[in-house]
């Protein structure tokens, strides 16, 4: 980040540790109550072609699939957003041509699930054993199929708190302090408020894109069934 983009952004977390926010200042998301973000309500939609229809897909419209305001859905939707565009420039995706690939877990999966899959709540992805809520699983693959043509797309370091996982970690486990929670609401209504006003370039790490060639096949559907296969051989491991 250079040192105009880190003063912008220190000016900005002092404003909001001093000014408050009016969004609610909850551990990971805000209830689903419309307590959107202008950044959020400002940003242009994502317009994808999905099983031969158009749609645009709003920051909000994410939100209210998620039922909150979401910090990794926030980020999850925003490296869409900008794969998307790199891979097809001015014509509309078909979802069809994409493949995404990531480690993400929580609200960033839901956020894929909307672009990918629908509005459908029964067509939640749950995350596989061994998907962990870590700042460096925040990088993002998307192919596209016709062109074989991919890129990746990695939030920088800097740009998600040190210390969010451990100070979450905290608070579910009930011994997280006064001020580690106050931190980590102001650390959430800053990301809220600024992220989807950034530009990409500021956010993410240069983007690496490649073409690539890729062997076997994946059903439609078969990754869901595997991670319901896979969680239900590790309860049952867990139940012996």
């Not at 009016?22 to 309500?41: E, H, I, K, M, W």
Request: proline content about 5%; hydrophobic content about 40%; glycine content about 8%.
């Amino acid at each position: 980040m250079n040192l105009q983009l880190k003063a912008l952004c220190g000016l900005m977390m002092f404003l909001v540790l001093v000014m408050g926010s009016a969004l609610p200042a909850t551990a990971d998301c805000g209830a689903g109550d419309g307590s959107y973000t202008q950044a959020a309500r400002d940003l242009a939609p994502v317009t994808v072609i999905r099983g031969g229809e158009t749609h645009n897909l709003s920051l909000v419209d994410a939100y209210e699939f998620l039922e909150h305001p979401c910090l990794t859905g926030t980020v999850s939707f925003l490296a869409a957003k900008y794969g998307f565009g790199l891979l097809f420039g001015e014509e509309t995706p078909v979802i069809e041509d994409i493949v995404s690939i990531s480690r993400a877990p929580g609200g960033s999966m839901g956020a894929l699930d909307f672009i990918f899959k629908g509005d459908n709540p029964r067509d939640k992805t749950w995350p596989p054993h061994g998907i962990e809520s870590r700042g460096d699983n925040f990088v993002y693959q998307f192919l596209r199929k016709s062109t074989m043509q991919a890129v990746t797309i990695r939030l920088k370091d800097e740009m998600w708190p040190s210390d969010w996982f451990e100070l979450r970690a905290k608070q579910h486990a009930g011994t997280i302090s006064e001020a580690q929670s106050k931190k980590r609401s102001q650390d959430r209504r800053f990301i809220l408020e600024n992220y989807p006003a950034m530009n990409f370039e500021d956010l993410f790490e240069v983007p690496d894109q490649y073409t690539f060639i890729a062997w076997g096949h994946i059903e439609k559907g078969e990754i869901d069934r595997r991670i319901r296969d896979q969680r239900r051989q590790v309860r049952e491991q867990a139940q012996n």
